[in-house]
């Protein structure tokens, strides 16, 4: 298993231990740290996300990157 998520949707999180479509190691490197509630968490990059979410290739994964809006430089 290469994710674990916690909560309930919408209100969850997904811990990913293994990334398809790219490499754990460098897109840990470039995961931003968020503060939440005062706990400092990394949070995947979007592009690293949206690689991921291509490689899953699930169809749930691909209307996520519609949404996510691939093109977009936010």
Known sequence: MDVFTFGRQPVAIDIITTLKGGDFADSFDRAPEMDVDGL?????NRQDLIAAKRAAGRNRD?????????NDSD
């Open 62 to 70: 691909l209307n996520d990157i519609e949404h996510l809006g691939e």
């Open 40 to 44: 400092r968490v990394r949070v995947i």
